[in-house]
């Protein structure tokens, strides 16, 4: 109970200091709107010259870009505000402040920031998804849906996972920020199913940053693609990236000297 009377405490400080600034929500809408713009025209570019892309159809890749608007807006407003500053307390040595509170500190420095004005993409990514499903004159099961909130949420683990274990490379390298420019870069590439890429970067996109699984499996389940088999080898990897952002975690407050060194 003490961790999410915690979690609560810290969302409703953040949500409290973002509306002092709500010109920030008036940004954000615009900078929606020019992304989505950009995306949509992409896709329009595309289907001049084509009826399918991969075997993917326009409503069907309107569906990627959809989650990942969405999986995107949940990126900005929780994991990477936190993350960018486990960073900051590690190279400025103030990482104590977190450590000392009485929960566990891998849940402290992953809940104290929370960029509430970033969620409207998530509202945009879900609008976008379910304009997506009226084009596809389709109707999403029960079953369906319930495998794309399993697998967005399992997809949005494994993305905080690999947040966490770059972030904590912070505590042998001190400077990571370039590290971040590289996941942005690679995530930007999900805007797209990862199928249509190359093997080499389809791998990578998959097992070392998991935009597939944060994107492309999710927009599968919505479109009739996603097997019970990709489900499960999800679940399985999920796993695996807990217990290595875990293990590497723990790793790194052994090695941590801060205010106290």
Known sequence: MRTFRLIWSYLRIGIANQLQYRANFFTQLLTS??????????????????????????????????????MGGIIRSMIQPNMQLVMQDVEEGTLDFALTKPVDSQIVVSIRQFEFWEM??????????????????????????????????????????????????????????????????????????VGIYPSWLRIGLTF???????VTIPAEALTARLTSWTLLGELGLTLVFMVLARWVWRLGMRHYSGASA
């Open 208 to 214: 070392l940053v998991p935009v597939a699984f944060a």
């Open 120 to 193: 409207v993409d998530v509202v945009v990514g879900a609008v976008v998804i379910g304009i997506s499903i009226h084009q596809m004159q389709a109707a999403v099961t029960p079953l369906a849906g319930v495998a794309f909130l399993l697998a967005l949420l399992m997809g949005g683990i494994m993305v905080y996972c690999f947040w966490l274990i770059v972030t904590t490379s912070a505590f042998w390298l001190t400077r990571v920020d370039h590290m971040v420019d590289l996941f942005q870069g690679l995530y930007a590439a999900g805007r797209w199913p």
């Open 33 to 70: 709107a020019i992304n989505l713009a950009t995306g949509l025209i992409g896709l329009l570019l595309v289907f001049n010259y084509t009826d399918t892309l991969e075997g993917w159809t326009q409503p069907q890749l309107l569906t990627v870009m959809g989650v990942y608007i969405l």
